[in-house]
């Protein structure tokens, strides 16, 4: 790959994290960042903050990635997953000879199956998740997204380039990520279902089981941090559960166990065990590192 | 009772609580602050900042409650709840005629029956709970519990005098809590169980059920909000659970009813129900008002 600044981008998808990336992409100065979404009014508010240097609708010009595509040179796709697949599907032809792709979506198997069987042999698609978010959705809050020191994880192909590899994480440190962990996919999937996918679900569950929003007057800060998360994406969180559904379950029903664990330790009136259980909990919270960058 | 500034406070207890607790008391320039603990050098390091005026290591002189409180016209009981019960007891003849007493426990419903019991007729002991604290523990870290905008509950006796509320209420205003809510005991003890004391058995759960520490590399924030609390006091929530048992045990199970919900729907790949059910989530956690401040 050549430098950034000679590289014409294409950002597909200017959501929430579409958006907060193409911010830090365009900070680096490339050559030129090409956008494409959807949503009309999204592209024009992007061209007018400056984050694009041009953009499509995909809604009123459905054939404009066959025109864009070819002339990116490195391509972050920030789509939903199912439609990430099935862009990837359609457009494989338009794709810029020798093109470098990356990716966001937070479950990677089935992207990884998918792309190997379908992407072209000239292509090389690393593909990667950015450890970061919001609570508010959309191209409108992703200047709320901070990449400052954040985790991101890539799953690297048996056939990735090298020089490819190295390029991507340097641009990645570039835009203020902090760690980046390089994994398998399944080994990607299994954590995430436990780091991620389980928390939002039980934020979920903690927010669907109460029906009093003024319960919030008790609200001592423990419930804020533990639900702020519910005000989740329900459509991407609902492929995310689903298409990692085998390891999710298992991580919620691991998670039942130690639930069940502490009720029978509180309905015994067990105070040594229970006092025993939580010191260990506290140290084992305490020896994780939940702030270290490595760059 | 008269105004702050001519108050005598003693202060029972400095720990985390009882530590933030006289660090915003003394701001308001009271006559004298004097504090009992167990622990000497805590004595020492408040009376090195200046954060009491005097103070009384427990563990050295066992009596001085008996010499500190025939002085105080306000007492700030910030123990472990069983702790309190017996300073109550043990103590009850030498607090001075008419004071004030206020407490921080976390439960409130054993504690009313308590008071109710062996309080002096001519004592006006007014139950609070304050919703604020941190992740590590101790005097040496009471510097960094915030008070600002808090909530803080408060379950008032029939016996109470109305103009002792009115004051205590003007107190905590002025140490930087928000909003306060005056409730039962027993409303207290139900709603408590879910904002507080459910999600200090999910965050312990989800440490719990994971060995591996390094698994925050696959931390994107929603692990690290969920699990801060782990770092919780041990002994002192022991007592909270067990003591609130059976709240707490029926909220956690209304909360594994929902996450079985879920799992339900997530095991079926039901796309179209989990998405709208996520979606009423969303809706409820976006409309509970978690910043709101009256004063």
Redesign the interface.
């Given at each position: 790959m050549k430098p950034i600044e000679e590289c014409s981008i294409a950002v597909a998808g200017l959501g929430l994290m579409g958006g907060a990336i193409a911010r830090a992409l365009k900070a680096l100065k490339p050559e030129r960042i090409i956008a494409l979404d959807m949503d009309g009014e999204t592209i024009m508010a992007a061209l007018g903050e400056g984050i694009i240097d041009e953009g499509y609708s995909l809604a009123a010009e459905t054939e404009a990635p066959g025109t864009v595509l070819p002339r990116a040179d490195f391509v972050y796709l920030c789509l939903n997953p199912s439609t990430m697949l099935r862009f990837l599907e359609r457009w494989m032809p338009a794709f810029k000879n020798g093109a470098l792709i990356t990716d966001i979506a937070g479950i990677k198997g089935n992207i990884v199956t998918a792309v190997e069987k379908t992407l072209r042999r000239d292509l090389d698609f690393i593909p990667g998740h950015p450890?970061?978010?919001a609570e508010k959705g959309g191209f409108e809050n992703s200047g709320l997204v901070n990449f400052r020191g954040?985790?991101y994880?890539i799953t690297p192909l048996a056939q990735n380039r090298r020089e490819n590899l190295s390029w991507l994480k340097n641009i990645i440190h570039r835009m203020g990520f902090g760690?980046i962990?390089e994994t398998t996919a399944e080994e990607?999937d299994r954590?995430?279902a436990?780091?991620?996918q389980?928390?939002?679900?039980?934020?979920?569950?903690?927010?669907?089981?109460?029906?009093d929003?003024a319960?919030?007057?008790?609200?001592?800060?423990?419930?804020?941090?533990?639900?702020?998360?519910?005000?989740?994406n329900?459509?991407m969180?609902?492929?995310l559960?689903?298409e990692n559904?085998t390891e999710?379950?298992r991580r919620?029903e691991?998670?039942?166990?130690?639930?069940d664990?502490?009720?029978a330790l509180?309905?015994a009136?067990d105070?040594r065990a229970?006092?025993?259980?939580?010191?260990?909990?506290?140290e084992?919270?305490?020896?994780?590192?939940?702030k270290?960058i490595v760059r």
């Open positions: 450890m970061a978010g954040k985790n994880i760690r962990t990607h954590k995430i436990f780091t991620s389980l928390c939002h679900v039980i934020a979920g569950a903690l927010i669907d089981c109460e029906e929003t319960i919030t007057r008790f609200g001592g800060g423990s419930f804020e941090d533990l639900t702020r998360i519910a005000m989740l329900a459509p969180w609902t492929e559960f689903i559904k999710l379950l919620i691991q998670f039942e166990g130690s639930l664990a502490f009720k509180i309905n009136g105070a229970l006092e025993e259980r939580l010191s260990a909990v506290r084992r919270r305490v020896s994780m590192n939940t270290e």
